[in-house]
């Protein structure tokens, strides 16, 4: 007998990698329920209500409904903030809460559901230092790394570990003459810290010198590891400088990874290392919500179908 159970795909509307997704499990006959909760209330609606083995009702949308006790796998991914647009600033306010500690508390708390990712672990994981003292411990080879908000602190960091440079603890888009920006990387020098330094918190690293980056998606239980050699400091400001190499990991480079991501409960993360010359992989980041959907038509790795298999099979019984 078939599987009835839905996948709840939580994501925005304008995201090609869910596309593809979606496509698959539909082309597999897999039930698939999209929304988003940029929607809510005006195009989704919720009715939930807890019962001794959990929460039970229904998410439904214009074209669909999802049983809440029967959802095998929930796919999270970059949703839309809820908006009241319609509401005075106050009302919104109060709206804008009840809306994300009710519908979002609900999502959260599907029985018997496998999160890619859980939306809580997510944010957990999107913490830098938080991220940074998990691959430390975890194994990973990491740059010496300072956070700070003292310029003084700052200057005496980059005169012992120069050269050194200056990452963004978040990446908040700017909007710059109408064009969305976001903060890049860069290498900066003690002479250039000023006591602008001590208005917000700071991340400075080391910068490898490298002769390549590695993007490692790991989906399930499958490790996809492609090296990105682009000669970029910051191989994401220029897509059209980048070539491609499916490369395997290095001795204990897998087992590090498992136990990242069992640190964080997560199933699903975007890992970005960079090589040095003598071949080591140094740990950067990781994004539990990351981009990897391009890297396929670019290798031919089987991912689109890897994520369709884990939301397929749901959480183990």
Request: aromatic share 8%; proline share 8%; hydrophobic share 40%.
């Amino acid at each position: 007998m078939s599987d009835t159970r839905p996948v709840l795909a939580v994501t925005s509307k304008d995201d090609p990698t869910a596309d593809l997704v979606v496509r698959e499990l539909h082309r597999r006959g897999v039930p698939v329920v999209r929304l988003d909760s940029a929607d809510f209330p005006h195009a989704l609606t919720i009715a939930a209500t807890l019962t001794s083995d959990g929460l039970a009702g229904t998410v439904t949308t214009p074209s669909r409904a999802a049983d809440l006790s029967g959802v095998r796998s929930l796919y999270y991914r970059r949703p839309s903030g809820f908006g009241f647009p319609h509401l005075a600033e106050q009302d919104a306010r109060f709206a804008l809460t009840q809306a994300r500690y009710g519908l979002g508390g609900v999502l959260a708390s599907l029985p018997g559901c496998l999160y890619v990712n859980h939306p809580h672990r997510i944010g957990d994981a999107e913490f830098k230092p938080s991220g940074l003292a998990a691959a430390a411990s975890c194994g990973f080879r990491l740059p010496p790394t300072l956070i700070t908000s003292d310029p003084e602190a700052a200057r005496t960091f980059i005169k012992e570990h120069g050269p050194v440079i200056y990452k963004p603890l978040s990446t908040p888009l700017y909007r710059i003459d109408g064009v969305s920006c976001t903060v890049e990387v860069a290498e900066v020098t003690a002479e250039e810290i000023d006591d602008t330094v001590a208005g917000t918190a700071h991340l400075f690293q080391r910068r490898v010198d490298k002769t390549a980056d590695v993007r490692v998606t790991v989906i399930g239980e499958h490790v996809f590891c492609v090296r990105i050699d682009s000669g970029l400091l910051d191989w994401r400001t220029d897509y059209e400088a980048l070539t491609y190499t499916v490369v395997p990991p290095p001795p204990g480079v897998p087992q590090a990874l498992a136990a990242y991501l069992d640190h964080f409960r997560l199933v699903f993360g975007a890992f970005d290392f960079a090589v040095d010359r003598q071949g080591r992989w140094w740990f950067l980041e990781c994004n539990p919500s990351g981009q990897w959907a391009w890297l396929e038509p670019e290798t031919g790795l089987p991912m689109v179908a890897a994520m369709a298999d884990l939301l397929e099979r749901g959480a183990a019984a």
